[in-house]
């Protein structure tokens, strides 16, 4: 089958729904948890985190079930490039990023260690129930530290989980409507995925290039969409941890949860291609981070050009490349 219009406009239909669907489990996870009494620390370190990466997960499992690994790691590989070089990028021009040392010290050096779990991972060629176990093993390990080291703890790490919570949209209503909501957009997200990973194979064909590359690029920055979304309104709010903790968090997310949950569910075939370059770009933009990070403990305006002039670099040479 060839790609019509139609085929364009059910994959921009498909993006939609699952910008929607992520923002509505997000709405109504934490209307719910908040109706409960949950704790805005425990809200901001679980449901925004899982909620905001969940286009990625349904994304990621779909195309991995439909016989799609290109676009299954592709996904989660691009999707943490395009949110440290483009959302983090857009989020620093809006507001320089001021990092908590301690906060940083901890989150990022998870965030490296999942990066090389992940480095291992596509390195070994596939990515199955073993891989998936340790990654969603060190995922838990690493929430549960998160949670306990922060609750009897009033810092700027807490305050940052707070910030994520109060950040985080919301519903009038209880405990049913919140509910409610969350099912809505689990459903709006599973729809969504499906009408994106079968236009997305559709229109790679079409066009002669991989489904890896269309991973890479339409898939990743579409389901990195609500990532975009929150952090840009934390940037308008001044709340700049958010901005970064989200990016962080969520790059966390994607590997140890994403691609590990996909992982156990359907082991996965990793292209060549990704691990000849593409895992490549996904580290570098990681230690350009930690680089910005660490250099003064801030990330401003000019590194945010620098991140948005690397993304729009490596997308011109995927272009380039993809047939």
């Not at 949950?261 to 292209?271: F, Y």
């Amino acid at each position: 089958m060839d790609a019509t219009l139609t085929t364009y406009l059910m994959l921009a239909g498909g993006l939609v729904l699952l910008t929607l669907g992520g923002d509505t489990l997000v709405r109504g996870a934490s209307t719910a948890a908040k109706s409960l009494g949950v704790s805005p620390l425990l809200i901001g370190l679980t449901l925004v985190g899982f909620g905001t990466s969940t286009p990625e997960l349904v994304t990621s499992l779909t195309a991995a079930i439909a016989g799609s690994p290109g676009i299954a790691v592709g996904n989660v590989v691009g999707s943490n490039t395009a949110n440290i070089l483009l959302i983090l990028g857009v989020a620093a021009l809006i507001t320089p990023i001021v990092v908590d040392r301690a906060a940083f010290r901890r989150d990022g050096w998870m965030l490296v260690i999942a990066s090389a779990v992940c480095a291992g991972a596509v390195l070994a060629g596939r990515i199955g129930l073993v891989w998936g176990l340790v990654m969603l093993a060190m995922l838990i390990a690493y929430v549960v530290v998160a949670y306990l080291g922060e609750r009897s703890v009033q810092d700027a790490e807490r305050a940052k989980y707070e910030h994520i919570s109060e950040d985080a949209p919301d519903a009038k209503g209880g405990l049913w409507v919140g509910l409610g909501l969350a099912v809505v957009g689990i459903a709006l997200t599973i729809g969504g995925a499906r009408l994106l990973v079968d236009c997305a194979v559709v229109i790679a064909r079409d066009l002669g290039v991989s489904d890896t590359v269309i991973g890479l690029t339409v898939v990743a920055v579409g389901t990195s969409l609500p990532e975009l979304v929150t952090s840009v309104v934390a940037a308008v709010r001044r709340h700049a941890d958010v901005a970064l903790g989200n990016i962080i968090g969520s790059n966390i997310y994607n590997v140890l949860g994403i691609l590990g949950i996909t992982a156990m569910l359907s082991p996965l075939e990793v292209p060549p291609e990704i691990a000849r370059v593409d895992l490549w770009v996904m580290l570098a933009a990681t230690a350009l981070l930690v680089v910005f990070v660490r250099t003064g403990m801030k990330i401003v305006r000019w590194e945010g050009l620098v991140f948005l002039a690397a993304y729009g670099a490596y997308v011109a040479w995927l272009a380039t490349n993809a047939a």
